[in-house]
């Protein structure tokens, strides 16, 4: 959608514009960013200055403009701007001036309660010839900054490096993961594979291995069966997954004689840092339980709570995804985040809040819930996503890592040891991150 300019032969005195601005939680730390920031009992307020940038990006995107040029302002600022308050922004025409073109605009904004925030003279040079913009309106700021992982390595940098098997590194990424998390004091790399292949690679990337101990299997299956005993008999206690498919790896960590089963479900967890949220966000089960019933959401649930724990939140936020919020047997999903909110009451799950069902928006947007009148804990401000079957959240979770620049970890828990599950798509990056939520688990389980 696009949007004509209006040109200065078109301008008339009194001509007026206005347009409303939603102000999001990345709005307010972009503006106490540039100009300051009050927490007051845990809500963030910052100056009504912030207001400036909307009004002066209204007039040179909207209203005159492409092709505008803001020759200077006298906006004064009074007040204080809040997380969901909706701004009224208007522009009128007060002066032309012909012999340069430019127009005085006066500019008024007034949060929803009719509290005027700024007003002043902008003073534009106006457009002479015809333009179009790409949006309607000027658009929404997003403020990218990712910082849930640099805190998860701070932790990891008080502890020893974690002895892995890493199962068949035969690929660059997996190799350049495995060895990246070695040269950041994350894990001593035990490399189970085809010996040949892997130092080959090695070459190939530009990896030293001097110092690295390979366990020479003969092929992918091997590596993964190799890489469970290493673990069963003490000389790994983590495993990471390299460029093998996920269900040969865990068809050996599954198996009843020979695996890594424990007394839970085994369950995987996504750790996502993502720039549009202001805490950790931690999706449950995209990746193993592909329609997993009751009993076995509640081992989901738990290993996911269990989770946050050791990453530092200590009573973490549950919101059971469904497609509503009301409870309905047509809808399975909705039963079952009922009934595990009613094992929660009586602590067959422990160690959160939970509520559900939710829908997404609901689970992660205050605003949302307010709108739809949803009284509850989590609702809003959730920390854990368990969402109904594989197919939801892993579509979820993939949706947030292209769609919202979302960085992510991949961990498997309720084995015997915990293990880095990621993609073979991903890049080195997101298996670092892994590694460290992995070097946190397997610290926490001694």
Known sequence: MSTQNVLFADLALGQQYHRQHLIRRSD??????????????GQIKVPATGVFLFLTATATNSFPGPGSLIREHGLRSSGWVHEDDILNLTLTVSE???????????????????????????????????????????????????????????????????????????????????MAAAHEKLIVPILVGPEGKIRALAQQVGVDLAGVRIVGTEHSHASALKAVELCRNGEASALMKGSLHTDEMMSAVMSGSTGLRGARRIS??????????????????????????????????????????ILGIECPKVALLSAVETVSDKMPSTMDAALLCKMADRGQIHGAQLDGPLAFDNAISMAAAKTKKINSPVAGQADILVVPDIEAGNMLAKQMSYFAAADSAGIVLGARVPIVLTSRADDVKTRLASAAVMVLVAHARK
């Open 28 to 41: 307010v730390e972009m503006l106490g960013m540039m100009g300051g920031k009050v927490e007051e009992e």
């Open 96 to 178: 032309k001036h012909a012999s340069n073109h430019t127009v005085t605009l006066e500019a008024v904004c007034e949060n929803q309660h009719g509290d005027r925030l700024c007003s002043g003279p902008i003073q534009v040079a106006a457009p002479t010839e015809k333009q179009r913009s790409q949006y309607a309106e000027a658009p929404q700021f997003t403020l990218r900054a990712h910082h849930v992982f640099a805190e998860l390595r701070a932790k990891t940098d008080l502890l020893p490096a974690v002895p892995t098997a890493v199962v068949h590194p035969c690929d660059p990424d997996s190799l350049l993961g495995a």
């Open 268 to 309: 995987h967890v996504f750790v996502m840092d993502v720039p549009a949220y202001e805490r950790a966000l931690l999706v449950t089960d995209a990746a193993i339980n592909i329609a997993p019933p009751l009993a076995d959401k509640v081992d989901i649930t738990q290993n996911a709570i269990d989770l946050a724990h």
